[in-house]
């Protein structure tokens, strides 16, 4: 049976294999990697919502595939939402992930409500058609990184219930309880 093929407007490469894992082998995920040459778009959207929304119309224009985007976010409660759009690049415009997280930890010390949520917003169009799915994982904020799995916020990201971060789970019980597990499954659902 032929797979679907619809491109994923992704360039991080933990991101494209966790929704590997999550939506199996039905589909045929492009991406970045397989076109001659990357699609730019700059997300200067204020809400998740706006720059999935962009990106995906953006990729789609460009591939003529159907498209799907996502932007994730970590929303602190005592930083009003922070760093939430900003998240990737909170520290600076290189991303750096380690910087992001010391950046947090020193905007959280001496804070007692650590209450956070991770956030992701997925974007598919094809055609006219548009579609957005969201998954939010509930949580608080650690106050030392621990574990080595995972990416970004994962090592200070401590999920409700748990006592683990989330660089501590295994890639299946992140995929389980993630919130772009989450948006992605919703997503998936909408495929069939």
Do not use: W
Request: charged share 30%; with cysteine; glycine share 10%.
């Amino acid at each position: 049976m032929a797979r679907t093929k619809i491109f994923f407007g992704t360039g991080n490469a933990k991101k494209l294999k966790e929704i590997n894992e999550i939506l199996g082998d039905r589909y045929e995920i492009i991406s970045f990697r397989d076109l001659p040459e990357k699609i730019e778009v700059i997300e200067d959207r204020p809400t998740l919502e706006g720059n999935a929304i962009k990106k995906a119309r953006e990729f789609h224009a460009a591939t003529g595939l159907p498209c799907f985007s996502d932007d994730t976010g970590l929303e602190v409660e005592a930083l009003d939402g922070r760093p939430g759009v900003y998240s990737a690049r909170y520290a600076g415009e290189d991303g750096n992930a380690e910087r992001n997280m010391a950046k947090l930890l020193e905007e959280l010390q001496g804070q007692e409500n650590r209450a956070a949520r991770f956030r992701t917003v997925i974007a598919y169009v094809n055609g006219e058609e548009l579609q957005t799915f969201d998954g939010v994982l509930n949580g608080q904020i650690g106050h030392e990184k621990r574990g080595d799995q995972g990416f970004g916020y994962d090592p200070l990201f401590i999920p409700e219930g748990d006592h683990r971060t989330l660089a501590e789970h295994s890639a299946d019980e992140k995929n389980a309880i993630s919130h772009r597990g989450r948006a992605v499954r919703k997503f998936a659902n909408f495929l069939k």
